[in-house]
């Protein structure tokens, strides 16, 4: 069953209250609609392979078609486009199994067919399709997209040279989950941090200024995931408390706030508002390592005040710890998840908490978005309204908007 999707696909007549019905033109049902970071340019993919691009029109304030063109063999799964960056690109991923990246050549005449030429595409290895994608592009030009596969695979590529997008090698790869069974109903779903870098409450606990975050919904689950010292992807958070299948996530943005705030909705009917704390370190002191000696300078290291090994006396150095197939293996035999085996002492974990648990008014949902400045969160669902529901002074999220688009037709 195909999800809707919560912006409006665009070719447009009059509506009452200010709104404007377009047709989209599409031979099919749309299954993907995305916007650019400011907004001006807007993309739907389609059952029938082909992608539409439209431009807002700064006078007259209407989307215009600038091209149609057929992108893959099968129907379009997701849509992305990256920014800011020079010129415009959108990835798209299709039922083919390919991944594939457009630019926008504005030498081209609209409505050529070639306004958007491919420049990369990434089959996937597993022959099965990619389930969603997103592009991030930090502070310091870099480019990166996470492909996250039907079989729980996920995979983050960088780009080789971020003003062209065409080259790109992999960052990391893991699974999320184990492959659902061959027939059971599965979702998938995955959402960079917006942010250039993550919280300042985060930073101060240790991370990396330039760590990737991306929240990730496989199944019933949704975990953050963030890159360490070593740049590799760990856990730094379990969102809990699905009773279902997760169909979407969203991550808030503004690190001003000293935490993430991240929203899902599920299959039991509920939308959900998370609360990711990053927890302030207990202060460090410093210990002498060794007996006192005739040398003036003594090797010091830092370990947590109220801890045992703060009264206990120095140990001999530890061995250093298996790699490769030997770490593999230890792991194995202890039991672990590909997921605990990454996790190391060293890395930032946070704390969560349910803020939120919102009885929707949908029939079922199956989108959540957060606005730019991160304060409303909207919502569609099956009985063809679009809610937003906004976080009140005291705390508590509240819906204070409904537009039901079914009596603007």
Known sequence: MSSPAIAMPPAARSAPQGFQIYEHGHRDLVQAVKYNLYGDLLATGSSDGRIKAYTLDALSEKWVLID??????????????????????????????????????????????????????IVNPARLPYASLDFKYNAAGDTFVALLSRDGMLTVYEAA???????WSQFDQLRVCEPPVRGEAATFKLEFDRGSRPCFTALHAGLEVGALSLVVAALDSVKVWRTNKERK?????????????????????????????????????????????????????????????????MATHYILKDSPEAAAPPQPRARHAPSGIGAGLAG??????????????????????????????????????????????????????????????????????????????
Request: glycine share 10%; with cysteine; aromatic share 10%.
């Open 332 to 409: 194995a035999f202890k039991g672990e998840s590909a997921a605990e085996q990454r996790n190391s002492v060293g890395d930032v974990q946070h704390t969560v908490e349910e803020v939120a648990r919102l009885s929707s008014p949908h029939s079922q949902v199956w989108r959540v978005s957060f606005s730019t400045c991160g304060s409303e969160l909207a919502s569609a669902g099956d009985d063809g309204k679009l809610r937003v529901w906004k976080q009140s002074i005291y705390g508590t999220w509240l819906e204070y908007c409904e537009v039901e688009t079914e009596s603007i037709v």
């Open 233 to 297: 992807f760990y856990v730094a958070a379990d969102l809990p408390g699905h009773g279902g299948l997760v169909r979407d996530v969203s991550w808030a943005p503004g690190s001003y706030r000293g935490y993430d705030i991240i929203a899902s909705t599920c299959t039991d009917g509920f939308i959900r508002v998370f609360k990711v704390e990053t927890p302030m370190p207990p202060p460090r002191v410093p210990i002498t390592a060794g007996k006192p000696s005739n040398v003036t300078t």
């Open 161 to 167: 040279e971020p003003e062209s997008l065409k080259n």
């Open 68 to 121: 149609t063109w057929r992108a893959h063999d099968g129907e379009i799964i997701d849509l992305c486009w990256n920014g800011p960056v020079d010129g415009n690109f959108v990835g798209s991923i299709g039922e083919d199994g390919k991944f594939k990246i457009w630019q926008e050549n504005i030498a081209e005449m609209p409505l050529s067919g070639r306004r958007f030429t491919s420049i990369c595409t």
